[in-house]
């Protein structure tokens, strides 16, 4: 069973930072992508950034670009999503999401097969 466990949410000041963990078991992790997902109150779910964990391509959506790294311990299973100079637009709930076509996912996620529960992140001005 894919199972995907996020942590690191919380709340910070504006221009802060904050570090997302994406614990997954399942799966042959090196096979897939995790991608990191936010949807805030009102709005719909959008992708973050995205990592091919086999090659360690990565994507970042516009908003991330510059502020946010994406990163894999594949001896630990793990991405990691770094995010700094964070903004209050950037409050949402954080969830990360296997993808098993290496990278579709970030773009149409209906090929993402498994979801974490989430975590909050909430910047404060």
């Known amino acids: 069973e894919v199972q995907l466990v996020e942590s690191g949410g919380g709340l910070v000041q504006a221009g802060g930072s904050l570090r997302l963990s994406c614990a997954a078991s399942?799966?042959?992790?090196?096979?897939?992508?995790i991608g990191w997902f936010r949807q805030a109150p009102g709005k719909e779910r959008e992708v973050v950034s995205c990592?091919?964990?086999?090659?360690?391509?990565?994507y970042y959506a516009d908003s991330a670009q510059g502020r946010f790294t994406i990163s894999s311990d594949n001896a630990k299973s793990t991405v990691s999503l770094q995010m700094n100079s964070l903004k209050p637009e950037d409050t949402a709930v954080y969830y990360c999401?296997?993808?098993?076509?290496?990278?579709?996912?970030?773009?149409?996620?209906?090929?993402?097969?498994?979801w974490g529960q989430g975590t909050q992140v909430t910047v404060s001005s």
């Open positions: 990592i091919n964990i086999g090659d360690g391509t990565t």
């Open positions: 399942g799966f042959t992790f090196v096979d897939y992508a």
């Open positions: 999401a296997a993808d098993p076509s290496r990278g579709y996912g970030c773009y149409d996620t209906n090929a993402l097969d498994a």
